[in-house]
């Protein structure tokens, strides 16, 4: 697997999916098969607190089981690890999240933030890497833009691909104006930024 540039980067987007159309589907059945809920606003999975704003973020959510995916999660792993060798060089990086599976329906949007702000109860690890991989063809949806950074770096991600980020860079998900997108959302973490 090889991602895209290769220089230290806080934002590197594959060049290859990491996922076929058919794990792709597998991701979405097994997200849709587990409870649905309305996104929250600053909160983690597992940890209450959050609070259910549609001014900010609308979208259902659900959480894989590790014991699932167990497949999906050691690739996503593998990918992590590279990519981070490759290009952020954080220390102590693993997977300490269960993936939280994501739909925007049409109207559905996640507000400028960031991940790593959230009061996590059991740091560190602490977030430090975040990865979004779009599971729909991207002819079933319009809009849904991932933006980092102010709008300077648009993701225009296609069906199995993923792009990692440094979990303290500010992003969004502009508005689904048609559709029905949907997305894998991971965060990996690490010992605290020294």
């Not at 996590?120 to 690890?125: K, S």
Request: net charge positive; aromatic share 10%.
């Amino acid at each position: 697997m090889i991602t895209e540039p290769r220089w230290k980067s806080y934002i590197v987007e594959t060049t290859t999916p990491i996922f076929t159309p058919k794990q792709c589907q597998m991701i979405i059945d097994a997200g849709r098969s587990e409870p649905k809920n309305n996104a929250e606003v600053g909160s983690s999975q597992g940890i209450k607190g959050g609070i259910y704003d549609t001014k900010t973020r609308t979208s259902h959510i659900s959480w894989i089981p590790f014991k699932k995916m167990h497949e999906m999660y050691k690739q996503i792993e593998k990918i992590m690890k590279q990519t981070n060798g490759n290009h952020f060089g954080f220390d102590g990086m693993c997977i300490n999240e269960m993936a939280q599976y994501t739909e925007y329906p049409e109207g559905g949007f996640y507000d400028w933030h960031v991940d790593n702000d959230i009061n996590m109860q059991n740091e560190p690890p602490v977030r430090k890497i975040s990865m979004t991989c779009l599971l729909s063809p991207e002819h079933e949806f319009e809009g849904g833009d991932l933006q980092l950074i102010k709008e300077d770096k648009v993701a225009k991600l296609k069906q199995g691909h993923a792009i990692f980020f440094a979990s303290f860079i500010r992003h969004r998900v502009a508005p689904v104006t048609r559709g029905n997108r949907k997305s894998l959302v991971m965060w990996f973490g690490g010992t605290p930024f020294k």
